[in-house]
Structures are given as structure tokens and as C-alpha cells.
């Protein structure tokens, strides 16, 4: 078509529409490409747009046409100001063209004519250019719209639709893919609407595609792009993501400290002022020492100190209220919203402690340990129980021995001072101690330490009665065992401490396991009253040991402990003891390969020690001369000997075998032992057999023999015995009864022993449980039916003595003994034994129990027996009238 008539005009557009120049392959020579110095603004004063520059320049509307010579550019001139007024031009046709306000009826407002959106025309390409397509541009759509919808917003044509009729439609998410129906399209005339108000903080831009068919549905025109931008609006107040933040700082820090940092989102486009957030303190609690302690950074909430002074022990906490406001900041358009900033004051050791007094005093018996004898207070303004105000304390003089530390009390913080060695009145009366306290934590740089942190601390030293105490505890003495009673040992003389005081001793004996000793009650002198032997039980590892007591007289009392050890020197006063005293021998003398079964290892045991003991000498005596002509002794070592049979054979038997053993003392002591020689018969190994050492025990063969003739005669008494025993109780349990055993009752009443059956068994007749009327008078319930478990409210009878377990003879005075007991006894229970008869009411079909020693002959009637069931059948085919007898 021809755009020769194309003149640009100038336009004012409304707030919140866009202003662009989209320009594609156009020559780089043309002055409207540089758009550099121009900037755009916005006032919410004038609802219209304008331009601005910053030095005058020339701006230029472009327009082209299909042909590479066909352009239109149009200049807009400059005011003195700078401020230029551009003519807006839409694209239609494929081509820029000039859209003017007009003025309506409504309040003479400007009107703005939709865009019209063309499809690129189509053209054969030729030799000498290349095909150029028109750049769309964007669609923007302000967001929180109040309609009315659907609302207008472009419309879509082909330059084809003068030819043949063309459907319009369009897709992509907002479209026919979800969110779907956001925005719909006339097919007929192309116009496009959106049909809800728009949030673009749920979805800022939409991509659609616009399609052309014709009324078959062929392409007409290729699918053109469609970009719809959601303009933002300030609708969202910053949030901020804790209504209260926690920071701390230290207490003394210089001015410009970061403290914390607070941060507020606001869901606003952050690229526009709607998401751009400011922030200001609001307050700060308490105002102390300045009302503005802190201050924070507008940008980036980063909260800092502003002045010197913070001191927790005056303020230990601050509260601030922080504002964050968008649109930077702009209190008159902006949406606001506040947190709280709680700023702890940390604790630096800034304030040493402090003694609450120069000095301190206390007193501390003598001898005593592990207690606290003097108490320092002291103050600290820090924090309580932390490193800040933990206190140390330290002996600095006056304890050069170590007598004293001073621990911390974790609650108070108190000193105690506590002995902790033993201290003596006879050598300090008294002790000053000077004493300073510090903290865990070392002080502030700039923090000197005060000088009443140093304090003297004075320690009066109390005297007590001191125990007597001995000097050489435990005293060692030495001496030969075989002391004589009444031989003086030792003088063990306790030393009383208590030089200021003279006090008298007094000794006494406390423990003397042998009784072997006494001490002078008033000199300590030792004294045996008995003979010290070595060898005694008491005596461990040749050391006596007795224990004495030393108490003065003073008030109270007191009393030392001393410990005498006697070591006594072994003499050679015990003679050796032959060991074994016991052992076998072969009767006969074996071959070399069996020497064992002829010869007797021995040795002795002595109670001295060394020296007076081993090496042994045996000897065989001379009397009596046999026992040097059937044995001889060996010597194996200094310890061992052997016993040998001189003789080829010996009888059977036990002998006694002298022999005479020395030790090796000074002088030496003999002993004659004798040893027990059992000869018996050997087997090849040379080991007694058992006949042979019963044999050798003295026993022979006819004594065996009445031994093992005695065993088997008991044995046999047994056997009869037992046997008696069974036989006796089997004849009592088969002895005959007194009554015919087919009269015996007993047999039917063990078989009844079935208590529940089928329904045939449950139609029972109530009317035998009824109370019966000749108790009436006695009985305080009401008539009627009552239960067979409870006892009758009457007296109870006295039964007569029973037999536990009657002789089945006795069975017949048993039943006439039990039915007299049963027939004056109305209140036994009818479920208290077997062996009790008890009344069951009047008018029993039963009869009296009294009727078991009469035939069932009489008269009685029995037909209702017929009623009772298949169970009873046989009862009353016995009984009932049609029964044989």
C-alpha cells in the first residue's frame, strides 16, 4: 500500500502505558537509532509521560516502507528546557503509523484507540533484497485492573481478509494451556481481550502465538508472537521474615560496630520503586544515655552503633522499631511495615571485683583439717555466674607452707579460706595471710584492677589438748626367742605435744595377742610375762606385734596409739618330723625296671628356719637289731632319703619301721619317728592290689567271708520285709463287705458324675426348691422361692463325732448315724458333702432317705418317671407300672 500520507503527530499517553521505538535492520546511519540522551518520566502530579533531555539533540519519529527508499522520519524539536513532546506511533500495516487522542464525551478525558497488529505482508523475495519481518512489539497490561472485562487490549488483522474470510485465534499458557482463559481473541474480528484482572506477582509476562486460517482452516498468514508484560503495581507492603530479631553487642564499643541486620521482601518488581525498600528506625527503648544509640542503613538494614556508651550494668537491653517502606523510601506513596530489633548488651569484664572489707578475720583449732575458718565477701558488677564474674582467689603472703587455699563458693562468690594442712599451736599462734582476687576472665584492655582487690586475712590458731604421741611409731626391737618371762625388752615412752601445759602420762596395753608382754604405767617400760616363741601362730614372718596406749590428763583426755614390733632371732630349738608317716610296700623285691613298688621316699619338716634346719641325716636305729637287718636308708639329697626292703620277700602286713632324723643346728636335735609300712602283693606295675591291701589292713580271707555272708543276710530281711508290707495291704483292700455287693450303692453313686447334658436335662422341677413350709415361722424373708446356696437363718446343730475314714464294715451305723444327724439338723446346706442328709422340703417324690434298707416293692408310684427323658427310660421301665418286678 502506499504510505506516502504517513505524518507523525504529537501524543500524550496515560500513566502506566509504554513508550518504544522497535526498530529492526535499519540503517546504522539514521539519527533516531541513538536514543541515548533522551529519559523517560513519570509523575503521579500529571498523569501523562514525557520526554527529557540532558542537552539538546535531535530526535527523530522513523517510519519505512516495503521499499528500502521509503521512509518517513519526522523531527521533534527541543523546547528551551529541554523537554520535547514525541508524537506516539503504533504499528499497523506493518508499518508505523500515527495514532491521535481524541476527545471523548466523558469529561473531555483522552481516549486511546487499540493497536492494530498486522500480519507481515507477504511478498516474493527478490534478487536484490533480502525478506524483512515487522519486530511486535510488546503488549503491557497493567496489573489489579478494575475492567470493565473483558477489556479490549489489540487487534489482530491479515491484509488478506478484503479477499476471503479469516478466523483468528490464539494459543499458549493464558490461552488453551493453563492459566487457561486469560485472555481470549474475536475469531471474526480479531480483537483480543483480557478477561480477568491480572497479578503479576503470580505470572509477569505471557508468550502467545496468533494464528489466521481461512473458513477451511488453512493458514493464511504465518503465526505471529505476541509478548504481554504485566506492568507492576506497588500492592505488596515489604515483609519482613521475623517480627522480632535477636542481636547482641559488646558493652563498650566504638561507634560504627555492626550490631545485626534486618531484612524486609517486598513482592513488588524490584527493578521499579514498587520493590524498592527503605528502611528507618522508628524508636529505641530505653533512650539511654542518647536516644539514637544505633542507626541502620536505608539500603541494606545492616543496624551499627552510632555513639560511645553502651554499659550493661546500666542498660542491658534495647528494643528498636524498624520501618521498611517501598518506593524508596517514599513515606507520602509507599506501603510500610515494622519488626523489632531486641539488642542485648553483651558483658565484657569491664568491673574487677572488689573486696567489701580490708580486712577479714577468723580462728582455726589446732590439728584440725578440711574446714573453712574465715569467709571473704566480695562485689562484682558483671554478670553474675559467668567467666566476668567468677572470682579467683590467691595466697600472695603470710603461708609459706601451704596451710591454707581459698575456694570460691559457685552461688555466692564468697572466699572460704580451708585448712588444708594441719596447723600447731606450740609452733604458729597466728597467721596474716594476704589475699587477692581476680576473675576467669582477664579484665578489658583499658580496665585497670582496683586496689581493693587485695585484702588481709587473719588466722588465730586455737589451742587444743593434743594427743601424747610415740616417736619411733612402730618401735623395732630384736631379740632370740626363748626370752624368760620377766626380761625388760624396751622403754616405749610416748612424748606429750602440749609443751605450754604440763600433763601426765599413763600407759596401758591395748593389744597383746599372746599375752607374752606388760608395760610400766608410768615410765612405758616393756616387760615379758611369758617365753617368746618364733614358732608360735602369733609370730608372722618372726615379727611379735603388740599395740599400747599413752593418755595424759589433760581435760578432755586424750590418748595416743604406739606399735611394738619384736623381731625374734630363730634358735634351734625344734626337732625334725619324719614325713610320711604312712606307706605301701611290694611283699616281694622286684626286678630294677619295678624298684618303685620296693622303696619309700621320706623326708623331714622342721619348725625352725634356716639355719637350723636341712640338710637331714636318717638313720635306721641299732634296737632292734631286725630293723637294720630288713630295711636300709638311702640318701637322695639333703632333703630325701629312701626307705628300702633289705630282704627278698615280706608278709603281708603293717609294720613300723623306726628311723632317727638330725637337722643341721647348732647343736643338732634328733627326733625317732616311725613310719607305717603297709606290705602287700603287687601287680606288674608294682602297685598294691585291692585284695592285697585289704590284706595288709590285717583282715583275712574267713574274716572277708563273714563280712560279705552278713551283707547279703540283711539284704535278704529287707526283701521280706517289703514284702510283708504289700501283702498286708492288698488283703485289706480286698476284704468282703458286710451288704451284697449288688446292693451296694456306692458303685451308682461314683458314676454320677455327668453335671451338664442336652436340653432334655434342663426341664427340672422348681417347685423341690421351694423353702418349705414347716420352717416358715423361723425363717425372717418373705415366702417364695429361695436359693439353695444360703444358709438358713437358724441355729446350727451339733453332729456327732464322725470317723474319718469308717471301716467298710461300718458302713450300716454310718448311714443311721448321718440320717439321725441329718433329720435334727435343718440348717446343714444341701451342698456340704456327700456324707450329709440333708431335709429337701415336703412333698418329695423321693421318698425319705430312710427308705434304703426297704425293698422297692411298696406302693409307691413311679409313672412320672416316664416325663424325665431318654436318660431315666431304664428307671422307668424298672419302676413304672408296665415294669416287670
Known amino acids: 500500500p502506499d504510505h506516502s500520507d504517513i505524518s507523525p503527530a504529537p501524543l500524550k499517553i496515560p500513566t502506566g502505558w509504554s513508550y518504544g521505538l522497535h526498530l529492526q535492520d535499519s540503517p546504522a546511519d539514521l539519527e533516531c537509532r541513538d536514543m541515548s ?27 519505512y516502507g516495503p521499499q528500502d527508499s521509503q521512509q518517513i522520519c519526522t523531527p521533534i524539536p527541543a523546547g528551551p528546557d529541554h523537554s520535547l513532546q514525541p508524537s506516539l506511533s503504533a504499528v499497523e500495516n506493518g508499518f508505523l503509523s500515527p495514532k491521535v487522542a481524541s476527545k471523548d464525551d466523558h469529561h473531555g478525558k483522552p481516549q486511546l484507540r487499540p493497536s492494530v497488529i498486522t500480519f507481515p505482508w507477504q511478498r516474493r523475495p527478490s534478487a536484490g533484497r533480502q525478506k524483512r519481518d515487522w519486530v511486535i512489539p510488546p503488549i503491557n497490561v497493567p496489573e489489579n485492573s478494575r475492567g470493565p472485562f473483558p477489556q479490549m487490549l489489540v487487534r489482530i488483522r491479515s491484509d488478506q481478509d478484503r479477499d476471503i474470510q479469516i478466523r483468528y485465534s490464539i494459543t499458549g499458557a493464558g490461552a488453551d494451556q493453563p492459566p487457561n482463559e486469560v485472555y481470549s481473541i474475536d475469531p471474526v474480528a480479531g480483537k483480543m481481550f483480557v478477561t480477568r484482572p491480572l497479578d503479576r506477582e503470580e505470572r509477569s509476562s505471557y508468550h502467545l502465538r496468533a494464528h489466521a486460517v481461512d473458513m477451511n482452516g488453512n493458514k493464511v498468514e504465518n503465526p505471529i508472537d505476541l509478548y504481554i508484560y504485566v506492568i507492576d503495581m506497588n500492592d505488596n507492603r515489604p515483609e519482613f521474615r521475623n517480627q522480632v530479631y535477636n542481636g547482641s553487642v559488646n558493652e563498650g ?39 539514637n544509640m544505633f542507626t541502620i542503613n536505608s539500603e541494606t538494614g545492616d543496624i551499627v552503633t552510632m555513639a560511645a556508651g553502651l554499659d550493661r550494668e546500666k542498660v ?69 555466674h559467668t567467666r566476668n564474674w567468677n572470682a579467683v582467689y590467691r595466697i600472695v603472703s603470710g603461708d609459706p607452707s601451704g596451710h591454707f587455699i581459698v575456694r570460691t563458693n559457685p552461688v555466692t562468690n564468697d572466699g572460704m579460706v580451708t585448712v588444708v594442712r594441719p596447723v600447731d599451736y606450740e ?86 595377742p599372746a599375752s607374752w608382754l606388760s608395760i610400766n604405767v608410768t615410765n612405758g617400760q616393756i616387760v615379758t610375762t611369758d617365753v617368746l616363741d618364733r614358732e608360735s601362730v602369733f609370730v608372722k614372718n618372726n615379727v611379735y606385734e603388740a599395740t599400747f596406749l599413752a593418755a595424759d590428763n589433760g581435760s578432755p583426755s586424750t590418748t595416743g596409739t604406739g606399735t611394738l614390733q619384736i623381731y625374734l632371732i630363730d634358735v634351734n630349738d625344734n626337732a ?27 623326708t623331714a619338716s622342721d619348725a625352725d628356719a634356716d639355719p637350723n634346719v636341712g640338710p637331714f641325716i636318717f638313720e635306721l636305729p641299732t634296737h632292734p637289731p631286725s630293723i637294720r637287718r630288713n630295711w636300709t636308708v638311702s640318701r637322695l639329697n639333703g632333703d630325701y632319703a629312701q626307705l628300702r626292703l633289705r630282704i627278698q620277700h615280706l608278709d603281708a ?94 458303685d451308682n453313686i461314683l458314676k ?86 440333708d431335709y429337701e422340703g415336703s412333698g418329695s417324690t423321693a421318698g425319705s432317705v430312710s427308705s434304703l434298707d426297704s425293698s422297692s416293692t411298696g406302693d409307691q408310684d413311679y409313672d412320672y418317671l416316664d416325663d424325665w427323658g431318654p436318660r431315666f427310660k431304664k428307671l422307668a421301665d424298672m419302676y413304672g407300672s408296665g415294669g416287670d418286678d
Open 316 to 384: 542491658s537491653q534495647y528494643t528498636i522499631i524498624v520501618q521498611a517502606t517501598d518506593m524508596e523510601g517514599n513515606l507520602n506513596f509507599g506501603l510500610s511495615n515494622t519488626a523489632t530489633a531486641l539488642i542485648s548488651v553483651t558483658d565484657v569484664n569491664d568491673n574487677p571485683p572488689e573486696f567489701t572489707s580490708k580486712t577479714f578475720s577468723g580462728e582455726v583449732p589446732e590439728n584440725r583439717v578440711n574446714i573453712v575458718v574465715a569467709n571473704l565477701t566480695v562485689t562484682d558488677l558483671d554478670k553474675p
Open 37 to 63: 540522551c533522551l529519559a523517560f518520566q513519570s509523575s503521579h502530579i500529571s498523569p501523562f509521560l514525557s520526554l527529557s533531555t540532558d542537552f539538546p539533540c535531535q530526535v527523530q519519529n522513523c517510519g
Open 427 to 512: 609452733m604458729n599462734r597466728a597467721f596474716m595471710l594476704k589475699v587477692v582476687v581476680s576473675n576467669q576472665e582477664d579484665l578489658a584492655s583499658d580496665i585497670q584492677s582496683s586496689l581493693q582487690s587485695t585484702a588481709g586475712v587473719t588466722i588465730s590458731v586455737v589451742d587444743v589438748n593434743e594427743a601424747p604421741f610415740f616417736p619411733s611409731n612402730p618401735k623395732v626391737v630384736r631379740f632370740e626367742e626363748g626370752v624368760p618371762a620377766g626380761t625388760t625388752l624396751t622403754t616405749f615412752a610416748a612424748t606429750d605435744p602440749d609443751r605450754f601445759v604440763h600433763q601426765m602420762v599413763r600407759y596401758s596395753k591395748l593389744n597383746d
Open 253 to 291: 564499643t566504638r561507634p560504627g560496630t555492626y550490631v545485626m541486620s534486618l531484612t524486609a521482601n517486598d513482592a513488588d518488581d524490584d527493578t521499579t520503586a514498587n520493590g524498592m525498600v527503605r528502611y528507618r528506625i522508628l524508636s529505641q527503648s530505653p533512650h539511654s544515655p542518647i536516644p
Open 576 to 602: 625334725p618330723a619324719l614325713v610320711p608317716r604312712e606307706a605301701q610296700i611290694c611283699e616281694r623285691l622286684r626286678s630294677h625296671s619295678n624298684a618303685n613298688g620296693n622303696s619309700i621316699n621320706i
Open 653 to 746: 602286713g603293717v609294720y613300723d619301721v623306726p628311723v632317727v632324723v638330725s637337722d643341721s643346728g647348732n647343736p643338732p636335735l634328733s627326733s625317732r619317728s616311725v613310719i607305717k609300712v603297709k606290705a602287700c602283693p603287687c601287680d606288674e606295675h608294682g602297685d598294691c592290689t585291692v585284695a592285697g591291701a585289704v590284706a595288709a589292713a590285717g583282715l583275712g580271707t574267713g574274716a572277708i567271708i563273714a563280712i560279705l555272708i552278713c551283707i547279703i543276710i540283711l539284704l535278704i530281711l529287707v526283701l521280706i520285709f517289703v514284702g510283708w508290707i504289700k501283702r498286708r495291704e492288698k488283703e485289706r483292700q480286698t476284704k468282703q463287705l458286710l451288704i451284697d455287693p449288688e446292693d451296694d450303692v456306692r
Open 752 to 837: 454320677y458324675d455327668e453335671e451338664g447334658g442336652g436340653e432334655e436335662d434342663q426341664d427340672y422341677d422348681l417347685s423341690q426348691l421351694q423353702q418349705p413350709e414347716s420352717l416358715e415361722h423361723i425363717i425372717s424373708k418373705a415366702s417364695g422361692v429361695r436359693r439353695v446356696d444360703e444358709r438358713p437363718a437358724v441355729a446350727e446343730a451339733q453332729y456327732p463325732t464322725r470317723p474319718t475314714l469308717p471301716h467298710p464294715g461300718d458302713i450300716g451305723d454310718f448311714i443311721h448315724e448321718g440320717l439321725r444327724a441329718a433329720d435334727n439338723d435343718p440348717t446343714a446346706p444341701p451342698y456340704d458333702s456327700l456324707l450329709v442328709f
